[in-house]
Every structure is written in structure tokens, then in C-alpha cells.
């Protein structure tokens, strides 16, 4: 490999970014990433759309860290903007 990068032959590279969070998220709170980003892309509907009111929102409603809250939003606000 010309990059420098290291990995095993035939293992994806790691998630970066908040996707590197998920597998933690999904064994911390026992929930699919996919319910949590369902949950944000209703409240953002709603009209939440601040990403420090979305984190406050998962911190005290559902009990995420605020790094899992923070990687959650930050992904799906990403998807949203991606859609339009």
C-alpha cells in the first residue's frame, strides 16, 4: 500500500467521525443507531433544529453522554442536510 495506512487485507477501513461512536452507542443504550437517528429526524420535523437544543434533548430525555448525544445529532443533521 502506498498510503499509510494500516489495516488487515479485507477488513473495511474504521468508521470516522460520528459514525465511530455507534457501535458504543448501540451496546450502551441497547438501541440501533437507527432508533436514535429516527428520534432526532422527528424532533428536528418538530422544529428542533439547533444541535446544542437536539443534545440537551437526548441528554435529558433519553440519558445519552453527551459525546453519544453530540455524534448522534451531528450524523443526522447531516443526513437531513444531505436530503435536500
Same mark, same amino acid.
Given at each position: 500500500? *502506498?498510503?499509510?495506512? *494500516?489495516?488487515? /487485507? +479485507?477488513? /473495511? %477501513? =474504521? %468508521? &470516522? @467521525? %460520528? /459514525? *465511530?461512536?455507534? %457501535? *458504543?452507542?448501540e451496546k450502551t443504550y441497547g438501541q440501533p443507531v437507527e432508533h436514535w437517528i429516527g428520534?432526532?429526524? =422527528?424532533? $428536528? =420535523? @418538530? +422544529?428542533?433544529? &439547533? $444541535? +446544542?437544543?437536539?443534545?440537551a434533548w437526548l441528554k435529558a430525555e433519553h440519558r445519552l453522554g453527551h459525546g453519544h448525544a453530540n455524534a448522534v445529532v451531528a450524523h443526522t443533521l447531516g443526513l437531513v442536510r444531505s436530503a435536500h
Amino acid at each position: 500500500m *502506498s498510503e499509510h495506512v *494500516s489495516r488487515q /487485507a +479485507g477488513t /473495511a %477501513p =474504521a %468508521p &470516522k @467521525g %460520528p /459514525a *465511530s461512536y455507534f %457501535p *458504543s452507542i448501540e451496546k450502551t443504550y441497547g438501541q440501533p443507531v437507527e432508533h436514535w437517528i429516527g428520534l432526532v429526524r =422527528a424532533r $428536528h =420535523a @418538530g +422544529g428542533t433544529v &439547533k $444541535h +446544542g437544543e437536539l443534545v440537551a434533548w437526548l441528554k435529558a430525555e433519553h440519558r445519552l453522554g453527551h459525546g453519544h448525544a453530540n455524534a448522534v445529532v451531528a450524523h443526522t443533521l447531516g443526513l437531513v442536510r444531505s436530503a435536500h
